[in-house]
């Protein structure tokens, strides 16, 4: 399942939507949840990210990034 992670980089900054990221994690899980804490400890271990949403992507919104030509998936 592909999650796309919304972040800030500095995280002792109060978030503003002109510097939030994305990343994009392609993760083995069964569902949804499991995925969103999957990925929470990931980047809670692997950064310092300010982590400020988290959402799987359908197929439909995986072509509509990979499109859009910033769709790279990220590991760790």
Do not use: C, W
């Amino acid at each position: 399942m592909i999650f796309k992670v919304f972040y800030q980089k500095d995280n002792t900054r109060s978030p503003r939507r002109e510097t939030t990221d994305a990343l994009y994690l392609d993760l083995d899980v069964a569902t949804k949840e499991e995925g969103v804490i999957l990925a929470r400890e990931l980047l809670a271990k692997n950064t310092a990210y300010h982590v400020e949403f988290i959402d799987s992507l359908s197929d439909e919104s995986v072509e509509y990034e990979k499109e859009t030509g910033v769709f790279e998936i990220t590991s760790f």
